[in-house]
């Protein structure tokens, strides 16, 4: 299968980052926002749905990100981005206004080129929704082209979903069956209480049918796809996006090895045949 | 083939000068033989040979004054191909926002002077990382592509050596030719990788190097120097002097699917018992010739206003290297050297289609608690199972 968007093979040097700025910063949670980020001349080129970008806080480092936008929207990039160090600090709390280095993208999106009407079903864990967000986009823009369209999305508590207001318009659509659920429910929250895995051992599913992408947490992914597997998916159906530590983004630095993979090359998207050996051995 | 006397070997280094090459070579200094710029032949290291064992190197004395004969030192030339430090761009702010300009200094033009096989397939497994991929690295690109290499075949490995059973030495082999239907514009004929090639003799006609060349650019240089045509037996003997060679390695790699080997021992128990001699300093890492991990590190001035980017060898033993939010995945010694031993000999043939090792035998001479790879990739074979081929 090919990808849907060509990417040409030469680039401009791969390590001088492109100058944006952030346009817009919305709130998602406590530790999370999602940046707008503009260009200020030249952009990085379009991007596949589960790629991720470097951005550069000046002076203060760079850190890999996926893109969680509309791969369509042209002009505007997407990333939502959870405080966990000093750079993806800097980036959640920057104000508008702010300049970002920015290269990429880089790495492999989700295969999304299913056979006609095929089910897609979406498991995001947490801040796994975000590289998830551009592969629903794109399978709503291209509506027709799908079966049945399913999110699973799980976090921690209420407060730590993120994506609220496209949630509550998702829910309310015809055409996407959508199942929220929190580890820990909180005052007021009357929805659904558990792992993902509760809703998808019990959802309608059609294994042969469909094509999983799982992003979260690596046991979440585990477990979601064994659910998964034991009811009857065939494992080269799952893909899932793996995370390590990445420097370089474009395989020269070493430091994203998985086993046989590079992940910022190989990955982030990985299907799960080739993922599954490599999750199970710990500090692999 | 033409043979070069010690005075061509002295106009050798001469001639490459007056071509505008800076002369990287070995020479003798703190007690070992290092890689540095020469400007005389006079500075490679004649008469010295070298002892060395699982963390052990000395320096001794030869009596046939030899100046290559002497097995790989502390270094090689991946610190010329692809330093240590190099700065990546700099930045500077203005007005809301920032410039980059990106380092775009002329690479200097080297010439390696004694690049043995194992040496020479370091290179190429280089190459193939970091000048193959989707994204080459241009820096290296430029500084590779300028490269005249003078070859040395091998006629006397160390105990620690073994690049016979990793294919890639002790003669310094010719690039393989590209697969058929590769793109090319007309027909290039294939170069074997190296400019000159020597082997070094010390017999009763003297202290002598028969000498071939691999390139246009080397006959060049062949022409400038003072040389005899190979006298009757004399390419002979330098062949007798390299298949001895062969035999005299002082290990070897165990002949097995060793990318299978490794994937089916990540659980083993081996890894621990390694990792309670290993002192995860890193060593095994800086030495070897194909290790080519870095980082990347973000500077700025006092001012705050003008910031760079460097990059810097990193190693897979570091615990920061393999650092997440929340913790680094590898933080146990076991993994980390379980990492740098499936990566060189497992994983890089799925992720660059070869080994990572050519055999120089680096890593166990200068881990400094004699942690030999051969003989742990030995056990591992054995616990695998797996039939010697």
């Known amino acids: ?284 | 083939m033409v043979v070069l006397g010690r005075e061509g070997l002295d106009r050798l280094v001469e001639v490459l000068m007056e071509r505008g090459y800076r002369v990287i070579g070995p020479t003798v200094r703190d007690e070992a033989i290092v890689l540095d710029e020469l400007t005389s032949a006079s500075q490679l290291p004649f008469g010295w040979g070298v002892e060395v064992g699982p963390g052990q190197y000395r320096l001794w004395r030869r009596a046939d004054g030899a100046a290559f004969k002497n097995s790989a030192g502390p270094q090689s030339w991946k610190q010329f191909l692809h330093p240590a430090r190099e700065k990546l761009w700099s930045a500077d702010r203005d007005g809301s926002g920032f410039t980059v300009t990106a380092t775009d200094s002329e690479p200097p033009r080297y010439a390696f002077l004694g690049v043995r096989g194992c040496d020479l397939a370091a290179i190429r497994v280089l190459d193939r990382v970091l000048d193959r991929g989707e994204h080459p690295d241009s820096r290296y690109h430029r500084r590779r592509e300028g490269i005249f290499i003078v070859g040395v075949n091998c006629t006397d490995p160390g105990e620690t050596c073994f690049c016979v059973s990793m294919g890639t030495g002790p003669a310094v082999s010719p690039q393989p030719p590209p697969p058929c239907g590769g793109q090319g514009v007309g027909p290039t004929p294939h170069q074997p990788g190296y400019d000159l090639v020597l082997t070094e003799s010390v017999d009763q006609r003297g202290h002598h190097f028969l000498t071939e060349a691999g390139s246009e650019r080397g006959a060049e240089v062949l022409a400038e120097l003072p040389t005899r045509p190979a006298g009757p037996g004399e390419v002979e003997a330098a062949e007798t002097a390299v298949a001895r060679a062969a035999t005299a390695m002082g290990r070897r790699m165990p002949a097995a699917d060793l990318p299978a080997v490794l994937a089916a021992t990540r659980e083993s128990e081996r890894w621990s018992e390694i990792a309670s001699r290993c002192l995860t300093c890193a060593n095994c890492t800086m030495v070897c010739p194909t290790c080519f991990c870095t980082t990347t590190e973000d500077v700025t001035d006092l001012t705050g206003d003008h910031a760079e980017r460097w990059q810097h060898w990193a190693s897979c033993f570091e615990l920061d290297y393999s650092y997440i939010h929340g913790g680094e995945v590898r933080t146990s010694g076991a993994s980390r050297y379980r990492q740098w031993l499936t990566h060189k000999l497992g994983t890089w043939h799925d992720q660059f289609g070869g080994s990572g090792c050519v055999g120089c035998g680096r890593c166990i001479a200068w881990c400094p608690v004699g942690i030999d790879l051969t003989a742990e990739v030995d056990a591992l074979v054995t616990e695998a199972g797996e039939e010697p081929r």
């Open chain 1, 1 to 284: 299968m090919t990808s849907q968007i060509a990417q040409p093979r030469v680039l401009a040097d791969p390590w001088v980052p492109l100058e944006y700025h952030v346009g817009a910063s919305h709130r998602e949670t406590t530790d999370t926002a999602t940046l707008v980020l503009l260009s200020r001349g030249e952009q990085i080129r379009p991007f596949l749905p589960g790629q991720f970008a470097m951005l550069y806080v000046f002076g203060v480092g760079e850190i890999p990100i996926s893109i969680s936008g509309d791969p369509a929207a042209e002009d505007v990039l997407e990333l939502t981005i959870r405080g966990v160090g000093a750079v993806s600090e800097a980036l959640r709390c920057a104000p508008v206004g702010t300049p970002v280095g920015v290269r990429g993208p880089f790495g492999t999106g989700w295969r999304l080129d299913l056979p006609a009407g095929a089910d897609l079903l979406l498991v995001a864990g947490g801040i796994g929704l975000a590289p998830l967000r551009p592969a629903l986009l794109h399978a709503l823009r291209h509506r027709r082209r799908y079966g049945r369209i399913v999110l699973v999305a799980g976090a921690k508590t209420p407060a730590e979903l993120l994506f609220t207001k496209e949630l509550a318009a998702l829910a309310a659509r015809a055409d996407v069956e959508l199942v929220v659920t929190v580890d820990r429910a909180t005052d007021g929250w009357t929805g659904n209480v558990g792992l993902v895995t509760k809703p998808l051992a019990g959802i309608d599913l059609f294994p042969e049918w469909t094509a999983a992408l799982l992003c979260g947490p690596e046991p979440m992914m585990r477990f979601s796809a064994k659910v998964l597997l034991d009811r009857g998916m065939p494992a080269q159906r799952i893909q899932v996006s793996l995370e390590r530590n990445m420097k370089c983004g474009i395989g020269l630095c070493g430091h994203c090895q998985l086993g046989p993979l590079l992940l910022c090359r190989d990955g982030p998207v990985v299907p799960y045949p080739v993922a599954a050996p490599l999750l199970v051995t710990r500090e692999l």
